[in-house]
């Protein structure tokens, strides 16, 4: 089980991999308790096994702007990641952990990139 502040690096994405995704969010979910995960319509996110203790709700299609994680990838791509030299992939993947690592140290910034008028939690 994935411990808090943790996260799964994948080379490729696919059906395993978002299965892998999401079995780990149902491990964090208390017993008793159901999760909803709202996630875009990308195939290889419909082709997961979903855990008894998830429901996804997808997003409409084409709509990039009601999916707060697109301002993430792209603050993290702008900020961190591009126009940059990489060897290898072990060199794109310690990159990525280590902007994600950073990004994640800051709450307040991930309310201001995430954040979305009509997704308030107080």
């Given at each position: 089980?994935?411990?808090?502040?943790?996260?799964?690096?994948?080379?490729?994405?696919?059906?395993?991999?978002?299965?892998?995704?999401?079995?780990?969010?149902?491990?964090?979910?208390?017993?008793?308790?159901?999760?909803?995960?709202i996630m875009d319509q990308a195939a290889w996110h419909k082709?997961?096994?979903?855990?008894?203790?998830?429901?996804?709700?997808?997003?409409?299609?084409?709509?990039?702007?009601?999916?707060?994680?697109?301002?993430?990838?792209?603050?993290?791509?702008?900020?961190?990641?591009?126009?940059?030299?990489?060897?290898n992939l072990e060199d794109i993947i310690n990159a990525c952990c280590h902007a994600w690592n950073l990004f994640c140290?800051?709450?307040?910034?991930?309310?201001?990139?995430?954040?979305?008028?009509?997704?308030?939690?107080?």
């Amino acid at each position: 089980m994935l411990e808090k502040g943790e996260a799964i690096v994948v080379t490729n994405v696919g059906g395993q991999a978002m299965t892998e995704h999401l079995k780990a969010i149902s491990q964090r979910i208390e017993q008793g308790h159901h999760g909803v995960i709202i996630m875009d319509q990308a195939a290889w996110h419909k082709v997961a096994q979903i855990p008894d203790n998830l429901s996804i709700i997808y997003l409409p299609a084409y709509s990039p702007e009601l999916n707060p994680i697109e301002n993430v990838w792209h603050y993290l791509k702008s900020h961190y990641i591009s126009n940059r030299i990489f060897f290898n992939l072990e060199d794109i993947i310690n990159a990525c952990c280590h902007a994600w690592n950073l990004f994640c140290e800051k709450g307040e910034l991930i309310k201001t990139v995430a954040g979305c008028k009509y997704a308030i939690i107080n």
